[in-house]
C-alpha cells in the first residue's frame, strides 16, 4: 500500500482553510432557497449539511480544548443534543448559515493556530468512544469539509478534490475498510495517482482500478462505481 507522510498538524489546518475558503465560496453561490432543498445525503437538506459544518467545527474546538487542559470534554455532550443542533440550525436563512459556518471555523483555527506541542500529543475520545491522538483532529476536520462539500449538492464534486487530499484519503479509508473486510479479499488501483492497495488479508481475487475520486467516493458509499472497472463487491458501511 502506497501511504502519504505524515502531515504536520499546523500544515493540515492550512489545507482546511482552503478547503474551507472553498465551501464558503460554494455557499455564496447558492440561492436563498437552497436551504430547504434535498442534500445529496438521504434525510438531510442543505441547511442540514450548513449546521453540521459548523456544530462539527465547535465539537472539535472541544476536543482540542480537552488536549489543552486535560480536562475530559466531551466532543458533543450527547447524541441526543447534536442530532437537536443540526436540526434546529437546518431551517436558518442562508446568511445566518454563513456567519455560523465562518465563525465556527475561526474558532477552530485559532485554537488549533495556538495550540503547544505537548496538547498535539494528547489522547482524546471522539463520539462513539473512539481514541484519537490529538494531532487526528485537523485531519478529521478536513475530511468533513471536502466530503459534505459535496454532499451539498451544489457545482463542487470530487473530481474537485485536491490531489493532496486523495492520497490521504485513500489509504484512511482503504485501510478502515480493510479491517472490516468479511468477504473475499481483493485490490484497488488509482489510474491518476501512485496507489494501490490490498483490501482484505488474503490474495487478492481481482482488482478495482479507476480515478482516485472515483475510487475514494465509491469506497465511501457515495458512487455506485460506475466508471470504475473489475468486479465491484459489495461494501460495508463507511463510518
Known amino acids: 500500500m502506497t501511504t502519504p507522510e505524515p502531515a504536520a498538524p499546523l500544515a493540515l489546518i492550512d489545507q482546511v482553510a482552503a478547503a474551507t475558503a472553498r465551501l464558503v465560496d ?15 445525503l438521504p434525510g438531510w437538506t442543505r441547511g442540514h449539511v450548513l449546521a453540521h459544518f459548523a456544530r462539527n467545527a465547535d465539537s472539535l474546538v472541544n476536543l482540542l480544548l480537552w488536549a489543552q487542559t486535560g480536562v475530559e470534554i466531551p466532543q458533543y455532550a450527547s447524541q441526543f443534543i447534536r442530532d437537536f443542533d443540526i436540526e434546529a440550525g437546518a431551517p ?4 445566518e448559515q454563513l456567519i455560523d459556518i465562518e465563525a465556527s471555523a475561526t474558532r477552530l483555527a485559532a485554537l488549533a493556530r495556538t495550540l503547544p506541542d505537548t496538547a498535539w500529543a494528547a489522547t482524546v475520545r471522539i463520539r462513539g468512544g473512539r481514541e484519537i491522538r490529538a494531532t487526528d483532529i485537523p485531519w478529521m476536520r478536513l475530511q468533513e469539509v471536502e466530503i459534505h462539500h459535496v454532499d451539498l449538492g451544489v457545482a463542487y464534486r470530487p473530481a474537485d478534490w485536491p490531489e493532496e487530499f486523495l492520497t490521504r484519503l485513500l489509504p484512511s479509508i482503504t485501510a478502515d475498510l480493510s479491517a472490516a473486510a468479511g468477504s473475499a479479499a481483493f485490490a484497488v488501483e488509482a489510474t491518476d495517482i501512485a496507489f494501490e492497495a490490498t483490501i482484505g488479508a488474503d490474495v487478492p481475487a481481482h482488482t478495482v482500478i479507476g480515478p482516485a475520486h472515483a475510487l475514494a467516493t465509491w469506497i465511501i458509499g457515495r458512487y455506485p462505481g460506475d466508471s470504475l472497472r473489475g468486479p465491484l463487491p459489495e461494501l460495508p458501511a463507511w463510518r
Open 26 to 40: 460554494s455557499v455564496k453561490a447558492m440561492g436563498g432557497d437552497a436551504v430547504g432543498e434535498p442534500s445529496l
Open 92 to 95: 436558518r436563512p442562508l446568511t
